[in-house]
């Protein structure tokens, strides 16, 4: 499949869409506290999605068919939980840490994909020191974006620093092309070569997603739900998400809306 490179008159849509996406997690980031369940977070996410006229790519989402159809509306990894953990009734407590993963459909059929850490009232230091990591390792990986550059420029900026502090990076897993349908090309590897892999060109459109681990790399099925995905070493793990746009001078990171964590200050510096 070849990659889709997305024109002006695509991009009011393909924006929309994002901060839509974005305010999902706005919306349900009050009440994620102590003592809520998974569940009643994609509750609150699916009714914000009601609300907004939009529905859950992730809701009976079946990749191929020996997949069973995702449950929620939204992912929800807490903890050692790399990717695709299904929201259940067991209630978060004080030290968790938990990814949000919030991808949308339009009514005109655009997709919005992007996820949040959340800290779980007072956590480790270890825990927080892990979540600042990731989101630091997302942007200088969104930093290498521009025309000209490749993939593995993105990989490669995001896998020295994470290694660079002791963290490791989930292979198996990567960011990808989103737009018009859910899962497109590219794929973005959160590791590899500066130099290597596709050359960016504008109207690219995808998103930047690294899984750091504080353990080992490895990772394994949970059970037998056909979805979740731990820590081999049943170490912490975090993960966060944008969607990117490559424009013809560098990058718009498109999932942005009022309630985002702004980005570090490095990237405050890059753009002076």
Known sequence: MSITIYTEADFPELRKACRLASEVLDYITPFIKPGITTKEIDRLAAECMAKQGTRSASLGYQPSP???????????????????????????????????????????????????????????IAAKRLCRLTFEAMWLGILQVKPGNRLGDVGHAIQKFAEGHGLSVVREFCGHGVGRRFHEEPQVLHYGRPGTMEVLEPGMVFTIEPMLNLGRREIKELGRDGWTIVTKDHSLTAQWEHQILVTPTGYEVLTLSDGSPPPPDFVTATKT
């Open 66 to 124: 020996e997949y069973p159809p995702y449950p929620g509306s939204v992912c929800t990894s807490p903890n050692n939980v790399v990717c695709h953990g299904i929201p259940n009734d067991k209630p978060l407590k004080k030290g968790d840490i938990l990814n949000v993963d919030v991808t949308i459909i339009t009514p005109e059929g655009w997709y919005g994909d992007n996820s949040r850490m959340f800290e779980i009232g007072e956590v480790s």
